[in-house]
């Protein structure tokens, strides 16, 4: 009985991957593992940089408020199986079997972290993460950092280049390896006309 109540007030999930950070690299991080069919939790707290943008130079994109951006990227995601969290995580750490994310709710395990925080960097400095000379996350090209299968993506891991599709990309390419990894080959995601499923 204790432990059903203890339960009900800190719920737990399981989940292949967590993204923390809900800007255009967590999205586009929950975007692309949601429709690979990776259980995906992304936790944001809406305090996205985009707020203060407009965007008239992402691609296919002529002219958008960053409000919308990130309401129409929370839909994408959402609409694709990503579970979208209003939790701030409080401390991300390594288990043998992978992650243990906290937040002030409860506690969520995955195999995968995806860290999206912009310029705070305590939740990668709090895992060990090594750093650059120049005070950022140091990450490979697939954004994968010195701890095996935790990411740094957007200004996390640049020092000053700061911006909308460079850190969309950078989302895209940590989940493109996480793929890769999980299905034991190099992975694209690449859809064709006939490929795209209705919503």
């Known amino acids: ?9 800190f719920p ?49 994109i002529r002219s958008i408020s960053g409000d919308e951006f990130l309401a129409v990227t929370r839909g994408q995601a959402s609409d694709r199986g990503a579970a979208l969290r209003d ?24 195999s995968y972290v995806v860290l999206a925080t912009g310029g705070d960097r305590s939740l990668a400095e709090g895992l060990g993460c090594a750093f650059t000379d120049e005070e950022v996350v140091d990450v490979d090209l697939d954004m994968e950092t010195s701890v095996e299968n935790v990411y740094a993506t957007g200004a996390m891991g640049r020092a000053e280049k700061w911006q909308a599709v460079i850190a969309s990309g950078d989302g895209a390419a940590a989940v493109l390896d996480i793929l890769s990894k999980e299905k034991g080959e190099y992975y694209h995601d690449f859809d064709m006309p006939s490929d795209v499923p209705e919503l």
């Open 12 to 60: 737990s999930c399981m989940a292949d991957i967590v993204i923390v950070g809900g800007g255009p690299a967590g999205l586009s991080a929950a975007l692309y593992a949601a429709k690979n069919d990776l259980d995906t939790v992304l936790f944001d707290t809406d305090e996205s940089w985009m707020h203060k943008a407009h965007l008239f130079n992402y691609p296919a």
């Open 87 to 110: 939790e701030e995580v409080t401390d991300v750490a390594q288990t043998d079997e992978g992650f243990v994310v906290t937040t002030a709710d409860g506690e969520y395990t995955a």
């Open 1 to 9: 009985m204790v432990r059903l109540f203890f339960e009900a007030l």
